[in-house]
T-cell receptor, first 114, second 114 residues
């Protein structure tokens, strides 16, 4: 069965600092990986996804993520955080090539200090 | 591109009542997913409908049920409401932008059970 772990429940960074949110997955074959962001009381917005090919993927809002098969990780990064990035971030995994059954991590709450 | 729509935005019910939540995928997309996001519990998969049929169900009691209509919109019904049913209920459809399968979320319905 597929599973996702986001080890950090809450992260605080200062505006302008770099950010890395961790995501570890468990899946037998090549996974299909996603990062979503959720502002308070809102739905989830897709930031980026990995399905094959280049292991460094670029997303919206200046985010990127790197797929590392050897570490079963798909960490999300941003070089310089803006106050508007404060939100909850969810990593998700699906079976190869399909989003028909996604499993979500428990989320990481990001606070940005001025 | 239009997004997934959900109604109502907020719903307040009392214990023992029934709640009905609605979701419309963007036109022509046949898959609808329902998730429950209760405080502190992350995103829990509830139901998946495709082409009018229930395709999969999460670990929820039978009082959570739903259906999908011929136009692919969907309804989630929660009977005999309990206090712990208070949550944000999210709906997603499934699309293939650029050939890659992805779930896209609506804004959610906030259900409060008093």
């Amino acid at each position: 069965a597929q599973s996702v772990t986001q080890p950090d429940i809450h992260i605080t960074v200062s505006e302008g600092a770099s950010l890395e949110l961790r995501c570890n997955y468990s899946y037998g074959a090549t996974p299909y990986l996603f990062w979503y962001v959720q502002s308070p009381g809102q739905g989830l917005q897709l930031l980026l996804k990995y399905f094959s090919g280049d292991t460094l993927v670029q997303g919206i809002k200046g985010f990127e993520a790197e797929f590392k098969r050897s570490q079963s990780s798909f960490n999300l990064r941003k070089p310089s955080v803006h106050w508007s990035d404060a939100a909850e971030y969810f990593c998700a995994v699906g079976p190869s090539g399909s989003a028909r059954q996604l499993t979500f991590g428990s989320g990481t709450q990001l606070t940005v200090l001025p | 591109e239009a997004g997934v729509t959900q109604s109502p935005t907020h719903l307040i019910k009392t214990r023992g009542q029934q709640a009905t939540l609605r979701c419309s995928p963007i036109s022509g997309h046949t898959s609808v997913y329902w998730y429950q996001q209760a405080l502190g519990l992350g995103l829990q998969f509830l139901l998946w409908y495709d082409e009018g049929e229930e395709r999969n169900r999460g670990n929820f009691p039978p009082r959570f049920s739903g259906r999908q209509f011929p136009n692919y919109s969907s309804e989630l019904n929660v009977n005999a409401l309990e206090l712990e049913d208070s949550a944000l209920y999210l709906c997603a459809d499934r699309r293939r932008p650029g050939g890659t399968d992805t779930q896209y979320f609506g804004p959610g319905t906030r259900l409060t059970v008093l």
